[in-house]
């Protein structure tokens, strides 16, 4: 395989995992970040304490996060079909990904949030602060930087997940390693791809720390 084409299939995969991952990170850390904050709020003691909800939440996410992702993603197979009306390609990965993250993002979540001090909770109250202040003016506004933290690991699992779901035809770097790099044996196919996935991660990891830097400092 020549140097052109090698190049041109590595943009391919690069732009097709940036595009399942970004896509992705943005559905979880929306639909993670609900999740989490109801943990937080159903629980006992919480502002909207529901100990049925909060149990039930925790169930959803706890079996979740326990299935391998290769397992979820076949499972959810014809709930992706019935979403995108395909099982293969980027678009429809983008569904198992952000199945697969919501849960382990929703946990970070909850942990982040229980680290705000009770002090400053407790003061908002007194002050007269309504739920919704509390909320986003107080817990999310504090614990911004386990937030930011917690997302950047999140994304990094991403770009693993997405490299799983190239094996079932997902595209991306995975799918290209898997039919070029194994299936035809091209050993400089697979060492591009290893080393695309290493910058991919680094860059994601690099940028996560200095916003959490930035935000520690506030």
Do not use: C
């Not at 732009?15 to 991952?21: F, H, I, K, L, N």
């Not at 705000?116 to 908002?124: C, E, I, L, N, Y």
């Not at 995975?174 to 290493?198: C, P, S």
Request: charged letters at 15%; aromatic letters at 6%; hydrophobic letters at 55%.
């Amino acid at each position: 395989m020549t140097f052109a084409e090698l190049s041109e299939l590595l943009w391919t995969g690069v732009r097709e995992t940036a595009w399942m991952v970004g896509f992705s990170a943005l559905l979880t850390a929306v639909g993670g970040l609900l999740v989490g904050i109801l943990l937080v709020l159903t629980d006992r003691g919480g502002l909207l304490a529901a100990r049925p909800v909060n149990a039930l939440l925790g169930l959803v996410v706890n079996v979740g996060r326990s299935l391998p992702f290769i397992i979820l993603l076949v499972a959810v197979i014809p709930f992706t079909r019935a979403v995108v009306g395909t099982t293969i390609g980027t678009t429809a990965a983008v569904v198992p990904l952000t199945i697969g993250a919501i849960p382990f993002y929703a946990r970070i979540v909850e942990t982040a949030i229980r680290e705000v001090p009770g002090d400053v909770v407790a003061a908002a109250v007194a002050m007269g602060a309504s739920r919704r202040q509390i909320v986003g003016k107080v817990l999310l506004r504090e614990a911004r930087p386990g937030l930011v933290a917690g997302l950047t690991i999140t994304v990094v699992a991403l770009v693993g997940y997405s490299a799983m779901a190239g094996v079932v035809g997902g595209g991306g770097l995975g799918d290209l390693a898997v039919r070029y790099g194994y299936q035809r044996f091209e050993t400089d196919v697979m060492i591009a791809t290893v080393v695309a996935l290493v910058v991919l991660v680094q860059a994601v990891q690099t940028l996560g720390d200095v916003v959490v830097r930035r935000l520690s400092h506030r």
